[in-house]
């Protein structure tokens, strides 16, 4: 099992969601999902699955691991035919396994239905309840099973009406992709929590993925995002682009330009690198410091940190180097090695620091652990001062719409106030970006966000007498 | 198994070549040089090795593969002892085998002798010839075999007079740590080709490392460099440094601050990271462009990139992402993908790229055939202009001391014009750091270092009826 | 991983159905049943599952690969409580995979339900079928799903008025074990098809398994079968039998006595190895022929060879040799090499052969494919004739009850007269046991038992529609 | 990697030896060697290796591991020529390592020589002081590194007077092959201790192998055995037999027909299998014992058992039956499990036992633990009566011939008397097997073979100073 990872602590940060992509119309959609699915690694690395339909049956591959892990030459080929949907999955701790991988697949009446899904639906339980009482039983702990069981019982009505009434019933953030064997849906909930586009391959065939650098990878030209309360019906026939429920306030999650999407994709309409770079450009502007130089932590603010030296004059240097070879398993450091979990990863640049005054650019601060641990570390080689700016505000509330937030607990900012948070960092300075400033950089107005996890407004009610813990598995 | 690997393509890169730690005075010895080799894994990624030893017997334990796979808290645990040398090696096309891993160790009279060398001989053909008549056999294709030979003949007379008297006969680079089950021998040839530090942990124990990033890991503090010329030998009766040979002409190998060496080590004497950003900051004063930004590969240039941004006022981004997650095996891409090798790593950022003049700062062009590819990626992306600024000159001779660039036929700049090399990479510009500005960048004079594979001027003259075809492993 | 297993061509005998194991009772039940499964091995191989409850929750592990594959300590360790049920199954061809494997678990309304099968049901098609039409959804092909369906829609009404229910609309062969958090429930069809047995654990636990050899390993006694017919009820409240169904005919299957249970168990009340015996016993009365020795294929008609020798005089050898290293994967032999296949892993023993008249002693024959090759072995290997007799009578009909003979086509039997396959084979002379001798050596009268395989004669009339290709896994 | 294999107990046995096969004159050379090793896999299953040579060139694979997990159809593939030559070694506990497998390759001036090598020879620590003395380095503790050694120190005065030099140097037991990218030498002590023998394939490509159960596999014709004192040369001028060193005593191991080799071999000129069953009808003429039935532990005295209930008239059967599926983990079972260790490879059968006089016959006895467990389980399922008839006398000295007998402390007939042994196993009655039957039993007369591990007679004084715990690897 390769854990290979991003070359951060994942640990102290939200955890990425999970990521889809379908392919319609060509002979080799299962490995250009693939591809898409790969592009999309970071939105989930537990586990990965792709359904294959040729119009007639379909073939189902999936198992715990990463994209390159869980298929081989010989599995795509099996996974053959026209049309393809993909799923990657995020990591969680425990109860991860192999039942709670997607894309999740049924039969009714001799038809093969799945889903692959991003989001979390906030009133899964009583839905569950309500199926029970109609005799279902249930397998998985995943909203996807109550997709299917939905659609299921109201496939009879047709394909279309099926997707109406099901989704009628459902609240919560979903971005998913359905596939018969002849036919995929791409569904995004009104309030368009998780973003979702469409793109066309040369040949004319549709894609649909969570970001545009599925659509690069594959050479799929971007046409434009699936619509908040859009159903896109893909066949034989074209596309069909439906609109069946009552349209909802826009929620874009605004955490996917600060720290979740690929900064070479474009999410919900705007360039998620210009976005960073915006953050720190703002930043700069709200939170003047005189410093020697700005640095991130590497893969941490890299792009704010570029905006904030150049709207500041400060200089841009990489305080700490990364060493490339971080593997999956560690030894236990002898007793005597201070800061030894930074310095494996991440080692100060001596020389660089001594004496200097530096300005750290992070991306976002989860539960603060790691970041203590950077701050000491390059004090103890030599820093004279070290400041902090984030790119978000504090991340005080949960989220109910998909992202798998530390309870709050263990957020640090959750009844702490910044000097609090400071404090604990240790740091000579620290500002977060202001909500206004975070909304500007986006380049979109306020009203088209989601910002519960830093103001706690959720824009749908979630069910509060649930608890992630009462599940076993992944709630998107 | 995960290789995690650096996130270049190293195919086109010249080879790292070996690695070496060893620690004399610590009862975690073997550990501390597990995590020295760690911080040390960028100089070979092959096999790993280490070998301890408490005085009276030693312990070996090598094999295929990076630091963190070959070894585990069980094998350290059996490398106890006081003193312990390991080694890490590259990674070799075809012949590479668990033959030819490193230390290399073998008994005579009872007494093991082990060796880990980093560097290249340029007499090993003669020296076997020499042994062989003597009625040795060899299993290795290794010089280090050949150094315990020598030693085994010598060692009766007492270790300084195996030392003297080994070496005398050997000519090349070698930066080595002998070892005896009670005695670690540091030795570095007199030119000095290949680095080598000394350091001392807080309980007084001695630390040798290729460089001082293994040194940081493990809290051990610089002391100085092992001296060209200098054989230290390290037991319970403390450090005796020897210089028995006569003075050589100091050759440090420019190319480990160009590219080899770690940014955050200290190599002959002077930060890495410093080092590479005043190549950036001379190239600027060589190389005067007009664009837009300038942005590195990623890991490819970052330093210079920076150092170029700062002298050239011309704003730094990065314009292709790296996915994070590239595995180990990849699927063949449909026939239709342009471009995929490239983009499967690096996604342009088209945004931030169309319409746009950009400067890429490189530290080291060799085959060129990735780069060429980049390029053209980043014109597909729709960039206007695509100038690149080379952090050294280019390299056009073989080097016979170690690293494993690619035969001539295969070095874009080996007979070609800068101009040809241009149009072969399909640039509008191209520019080339001067031997005189990359000497400048290191701060010390050019009479310390060797520049043949830029200039074909040889400090020793290589056997070059040698081909390294003719043996089946490592040179170094 | 090497599966080594028995030492027999598997592909050319009739698979091996499922074995199944529950403990209810003691601290170690997952433990105790993992044994259990590990001594039920012989009856599936392809993957193995334990479920484990302790009066309030429920944890499931399975996975594809033999039970010592599938579990170790650590996993174990999470199956706490003191009632655990686990399933083995047989290794199909294709499509088995993960989905496929058992215990099948689902939740209805907060109850955690599982079902370990042994059988194959013949209405499952009409009972999908009714099932979907009010809704339900199947992840799976296992007869187990819509057991697990069809309790769920009865529970409400209380444990035995499910099982009641349940199982009144269930036509086929089973036996099984249910499974809810705080209670077990073994039942068997009322045709009695499988076996199933109960035993007693020194502290007074009761364990149900489909062998008594399962009981002998974990140092149970035997206290009897449970009955055709019958439901048994373990919880804290003790056993409660019922017998909710109307009473049937007896149709034990007798080739768990020819070919599938170990020697070492009592199925249906009497010894294997015993009936074995005397099928050989009876064969030699039946089947009279001159011959220098009778010999059985490694591990194929080992008892009947001894009964056979016993009642004739005639010696019994060895004459071929087993390879004990026979690995997994095969390295092509050279063109020239004749009998390969048969010799890799048995060698005749030449100077015992020559000029030998031979009597095998087999203990069926379903494709004929390596029993003729075998046979041209040994007269490649000087046999001067070469005799054999068989332990069962021709298998010309397939098994709805849960037995995976090869399709009639791939029958050597189906639509062969004796005297084809003798010719077949390459025998000098071939006779099977008749139904009267086989029967004779169980003991019990013809009326006890399915002799459907050898006479077409179906206890039970099947869904004759139905194709087991249908499906993609497997359908006991 | 499961090694599964002979379902024995091994641990309780003498270790097998190594087996070894090389083939000249054929294009497929590689590929019979490993097709003949893996018929060899019995005599040794620590690590396999191959080397190949096409006249100029040698590839040389080896690593730990069986045969069918050493190589691949690409391994073998890498190894193409006409010649090549192939070891496999036993199992030892702890030091085994992949420095220590063989074939053993060096190169001398520019000549690669390699050997496999089984026997142990008894000189090997004056050899070694000997070459040290000269200047040799060593990196392994197997003899046949010695041999090369020598070979080298000699080969200038041309192959044969090399061989005829090398082999007047060493004393001990040894059956090996030589070779040289042209050459294969089969070379046999004067003494004969272990067996090899000469074969010839169909295109009149010539085989050496320890054993005919490798000429049978690769449908070689067997032509003779190499002989005690012979050395053969083979390449592209033919055969040429050698008989350079002075004659000596035949001392052929005794141990192979009684344990080691496989029963469809011919060793020493005569069939194992054959041999076998004669001990066990000299056994009951030896050892007339009245019982109800013989038997047999599975795969441990099959054929003396059919010997013995042939001569005695008492009924042969198979008291325990294996489990077929005993995998190489184990989950350690619940603390009331007694005879665990037995029952979970071997169940009595309950029935069959019940009040019964049962004699097992035994193949040997070494430590006589298993046996011991082995009888209780018999007693604890019924039987009345145990004896124990074993086909060989009783094993009290070691041997420094190449077989790996437990040392004398662990002996347990070693300084025991039949009775107290009886006493210990927990027998009605224990016979051995006399020397004189058991030499009668192959054929030969008493003065071809040495017994010194039943009389303590070596026919070769070894040098008792030397332990085998010395030296951290294989002896043979």
Redesign the interface.
């Known amino acids: 099992m390769?854990?290979?990872?991003?070359?951060q602590d994942l640990s102290t940060k939200p955890r990425h969601e999970c990521g889809i992509c379908g392919v319609f119309g060509h002979q080799?959609a299962a490995?250009?999902v693939?591809?898409g699915l790969?592009?999309l690694?970071?939105r989930g690395?537990e586990s990965a699955g792709i359904v294959a339909g040729d119009g007639k049956k379909v073939v189902l591959h999936k198992?715990m691991g990463?994209?390159?892990?869980v298929?081989?030459?010989r599995t795509?080929q099996r996974l053959s035919g026209h049309l393809a949907t993909g799923h990657v999955r995020y990591s969680t701790t425990g109860e991860s396994n192999?039942i709670n991988t997607q894309p999740f697949?049924?039969?009714?009446?001799g038809l093969a239905?799945s889903v692959a899904h991003n989001g979390n639906l906030v009133n899964s339980i009583a839905l569950r309840?309500h199926l029970?009482?109609?005799?279902?039983?249930?397998?998985t702990t995943m909203d996807s099973e109550i997709v299917?069981?939905l659609m299921?019982?109201h496939i009879d009505r047709g394909l279309q009406e099926a997707i109406k009434t099901t989704f009628s019933c459902i609240q919560g953030a979903y971005s998913l992709l359905l596939m018969t064997p002849d036919t995929m849906i791409a569904v995004r909930d009104p309030n368009g929590f998780r973003p979702l586009c469409l793109g066309v391959l040369?040949n004319g065939a549709h894609v649909v993925a969570s970001e545009t650098?599925a659509l690069?990878?594959?050479?799929a030209e971007y046409i434009r995002d699936v619509e908040p309360g859009e159903a896109l019906i893909i066949n034989d026939k074209g596309l069909t682009s439906l609109f069946p429920w009552a349209p909802a306030q826009k929620s874009y999650c605004i955490f996917e330009h600060v720290y979740f999407a690929?900064?070479?994709s474009?999410v919900f309409g705007f360039?998620v690198?210009?976005a960073r770079k915006r953050m720190g450009e703002i930043l700069a502007r709200e939170a003047r410091i005189e410093a020697d130089f700005v640095m991130p932590f590497p893969?941490s603010g890299?792009?704010a940190a570029?905006g904030y030296?150049?709207a500041s004059g400060i200089?841009?240097?990489?305080g700490m180097?990364r060493?490339?070879?971080?593997?999956?398993?560690?030894?236990?450091?002898?007793q005597?090695?201070?800061d030894?979990s930074v310095?494996?990863k991440l080692?100060?640049?001596?020389?660089?620091l001594t004496g200097k005054r530096v300005i750290i650019v992070e991306d976002s601060i989860v539960r603060g652990t790691t970041g203590r641990s950077r701050v000491q570390s390059l004090r103890r080689a030599g820093a004279a001062e070290v400041h902090m700016v984030v790119s978000c505000p504090p991340t005080r509330h949960a989220c109910y719409y998909g992202i798998d937030f530390p309870s709050s607990s263990q957020l640090v900012a959750a009844g702490n106030t910044v000097e609090g948070i400071r404090d604990y960092l240790g740091l000579d300075s620290l500002h977060y970006l202001s909500p206004e400033g975070l909304v500007e950089a986006t380049g979109l107005s306020r009203d088209h966000f989601c910002l519960a996890c830093f103001t706690g407004e959720y824009p749908i009610e979630p069910d509060k007498t649930f608890t992630k813990e009462a599940f076993s598995g992944c709630g998107c």
Do not use: W
């Open positions: 390769n854990t290979n990872g991003p070359h080799d490995k250009l693939y591809f790969y592009a690694q970071h690395q198992d990463l994209v390159a892990d298929f081989s030459e795509l192999i697949m049924a039969t009714h009446k239905l309840r029970e009482q109609q005799g279902s039983i249930f397998q299917i069981h299921a019982r040369d650098c690069d990878l594959i050479e690929r900064p070479d474009d360039n690198y210009a893969d890299n792009y570029i030296s150049n200089p841009l240097e990489m180097i060493n490339h070879y971080v593997g999956r398993t560690f030894i236990q450091p002898t005597s090695m201070r030894f310095r494996v080692n100060p640049v001596r020389s660089l």
